[in-house]
């Protein structure tokens, strides 16, 4: 059978390349322009020290059309500004160690280059979430980070903050995916995710030695924008571009929480003291409200009831509920509601803990 020659659907980069719809000024802005993820090496295994395409132009990209934003245009938003955070992050790992540096610290030689591989990774999501963000929305810039100041300037810091980035970035996506007008974007979202994950299976196996494992389900956190809330702390405030849309867009401002320094376990059933970190921005408890730290493990949610009132003259204690198993992510945040229904019961920024690989501090928390 002869087949036909009438193109009876022709897709929208196609139709682009053939109307010539290539935008005029920057050319960043046509998704057609610099080495394409999925197809080029470069978001692979380049090992070179400088930033690669597109991180090697970090101001923001202007619309190129007129009209209504996309569906998803600020969810994409969101999640540029993120990921110039975490591409950042690796690339200040690429520019500061090498790869004695890990193998110093007794790791396999190939610790450096998978850093600068994640790093390649990274910039391939770079330019992913700006070619998801429609021609008639602004695609956001870089901002300055302060992760010298922030982390540690040891290899070990950066090796654990690298797997707290990671599992935040797969926390976040969770909640992103829940937000995504178009089944196309929560696609797109999932597969991200599961980069991350790599990249977290990496950091478990090879630096930590630990069972990579995290249960049969990954944890699920609905409100994404509050996780992203948590990479505000490695932007130098004010150095974003004044053409930035905010960042998270919307932010609720919630105070973070950390727990006290000096806690040896954030294991299940570990009752561990609060600390609300930022004197700027502490919590207030209305004595006539009951409050809950609401947990999240797994599609697990399991909220505890919060003595709220001797703080601030003595420190909120929360017991991390002992019906989860010591695996993977742990969530959680202090709410107005059981279960905290709406994104308005939330009150405090949530905070994170790995519950592997045990004996880097109890997992860590963020
Ligand atoms: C950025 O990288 C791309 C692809 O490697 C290259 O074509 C472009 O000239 C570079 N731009 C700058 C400003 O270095
Ligand atoms: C790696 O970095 C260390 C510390 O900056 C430096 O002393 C060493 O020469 C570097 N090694 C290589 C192979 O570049
Ligand atoms: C890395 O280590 C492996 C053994 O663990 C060794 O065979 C290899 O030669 C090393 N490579 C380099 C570049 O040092
Ligand atoms: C609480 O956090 C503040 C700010 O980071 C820190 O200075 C203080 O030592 C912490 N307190 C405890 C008990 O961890
Ligand atoms: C709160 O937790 C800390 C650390 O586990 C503990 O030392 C302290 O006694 C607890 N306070 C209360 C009131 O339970």
């Known amino acids: 059978m002869l087949r036909k020659t009438t193109l009876c659907t ?10 010539g719809a290539a935008p005029s000024g920057n050319p960043l802005s046509n998704p057609n322009y610099g080495p394409k993820p999925g197809e080029s090496p470069l978001y692979n295994d380049y090992l070179g020290k ?31 500004s993120a990921e110039w955070v975490i591409y950042s992050f690796y690339q200040y ?54 992760f010298d100041t922030t982390i540690g300037s040891k290899p070990e810091d950066f090796l654990g903050a ?3 980035i990671e599992v935040s970035s797969m926390l976040f996506l969770t909640g992103l995916v829940q937000t995504a007008k178009l089944d196309a974007a929560k696609g797109a979202l999932t597969a991200v995710s599961q980069v991350e994950t790599r990249h977290g299976v990496w950091a478990l196996l090879d630096v930590y030695g630990a069972d ?89 949610v399991i909220s505890t009831l919060l003595d709220t009132t001797k703080w601030p003259a003595q420190p909120i204690n929360i017991t991390i509920p002992a019906e989860f198993d010591a695996k993977g992510i742990v969530a959680f945040v202090i709410t107005t509601e059981e279960g905290a229904p709406t994104l308005d019961s939330v009150v405090t920024r949530p905070n994170v803990f790995l519950q592997q690989p045990a004996g880097i501090g109890a997992l860590f928390s963020i």
């Open 162 to 164: 690298a797997l707290a």
């Open 50 to 80: 400088a930033p690669p395409f597109p991180a090697n132009y970090t101001k923001p990209i202007a619309p190129t059309k007129s009209g209504a934003p996309g569906p998803d245009d600020v969810l994409w938003q969101n999640l540029l």
């Open 212 to 300: 990579p494992f995290s249960g049969p389900s990954d944890t699920v956190f609905p409100y994404a924008n509050e996780i992203l809330d948590l990479t505000t702390d490695f932007i130098v405030s004010g150095s974003c571009p004044s053409a930035n849309p905010p960042y998270p867009n919307p932010s609720q401002n919630l105070p973070p929480v950390g727990i006290a320094m000096g806690t040896k376990s954030v294991a299940p059933g570990a009752t561990v003291q609060l600390n609300f970190t930022n004197p700027a921005n502490q919590p207030t408890f209305d004595s006539k409200c009951d409050y809950y730290g609401v947990f999240y493990h797994g599609l697990d």
């Open 93 to 146: 790992g690429v520019e500061t160690f090498n790869t004695s540096s890990f193998v110093e610290l007794g790791l396999p030689n190939t610790t450096y280059t998978r850093i600068q591989e994640i790093r390649d990774n990274e910039a391939g999501h770079l330019r992913i979430f700006q070619d998801q963000i429609s021609a008639t929305s602004i695609k956001p810039g870089a901002c300055q980070y302060n």
């Open 10 to 19: 022709i897709p929208a980069l196609l139709l682009a390349k053939l109307i």
